[in-house]
């Protein structure tokens, strides 16, 4: 079946450095690509997200790279702040039944002070 | 706006046990899912529904059960509770397919079963 798989799945940067996560995809029909931040407790909320017709997107200190010819996409975070610790899940879009986005495993981030 | 809300937080079944785990939103959204997140696995959708009276299967469908009569509410229902259904399990909502649009979720169900 269709699948996104995630890297790493623990991530410690110093604050101030810049954190980078990468997920692949299976579905060649993908075309929408959301990032989504979890607080310890809570629901999992978007952060950004890009679609298959942009190959780069940002938004303050984040950022998301997307390359449809290796179906890899990243999420890029500069000056990275302890607010910013959480787990971050990637997800993809699957052409399968039209409704639905897989998500990756997840990676947490550690960002010490 | 309240956005998706989950009923209740935290709950302890005994095996065998029911239960209904309820989840309500008020942004008008067709588009509603239940995931069910296990440790270092991600999250994986049970039933989705894109619209009142219309339901359908996720990944993991078995062992649950859903209804969607309004379109404000999802409610989740566990027939026989077991012990693999131990997890958090989050509902969500969106305006359009999530294979288009961002999902909003709530702030989850802890659910164990003994």
């Known amino acids: 079946g269709e699948n996104v798989e995630q890297h790493p799945s623990t991530l410690s940067v110093q604050e101030g450095d810049s954190a980078v996560i990468k997920c692949t995809y299976s579905?060649?029909?993908?075309?929408?690509f959301p990032w989504y931040k979890q607080e310890l407790g809570k629901g999992p909320q978007l952060i950004i997200d890009i679609r298959s017709n942009v190959g780069e997107k940002k938004d303050q200190r984040i950022a998301v790279t997307l390359n449809k010819t290796a179906k890899h996409f990243s999420l890029h975070i500069t000056e990275t702040q302890p607010e910013d610790s959480a787990v971050y899940f990637c997800?993809?879009?699957?052409?399968?039944?039209?409704?639905?986005?897989?998500f990756g495993a997840g990676t947490r981030l550690f960002v010490k002070a | 706006n309240a956005g998706v809300t989950q009923t209740p937080k935290f709950r302890i079944l005994k095996i065998g046990q029911s239960m209904t785990l309820q989840c309500t939103q008020d942004m008008n959204h067709n588009y509603m899912y239940w995931y069910r997140q296990d440790p270092g696995m991600g999250l994986k959708l049970i039933y989705y529904s894109v619209g009142a009276g219309i339901t359908d299967k996720g990944e993991v469908p078995n062992g649950y059960n859903v209804s969607r009569s309004t379109t404000e509410d999802f409610p989740l229902r566990l027939e026989l509770a077991a012990p693999s259904q131990t997890s958090v399990y989050f509902c969500?909502?969106?305006?359009?397919?999530?294979?288009?649009?961002?999902?909003?979720f709530g702030d989850g169900t802890r659910l164990s079963i003994l």
């Open positions: 997800a993809a879009s699957i052409r399968t039944g039209g409704f639905k986005t897989i």
């Open positions: 579905d060649s029909a993908s075309n929408y």
């Open positions: 969500a909502s969106s305006s359009e397919t999530a294979g288009n649009q961002p999902q909003h």
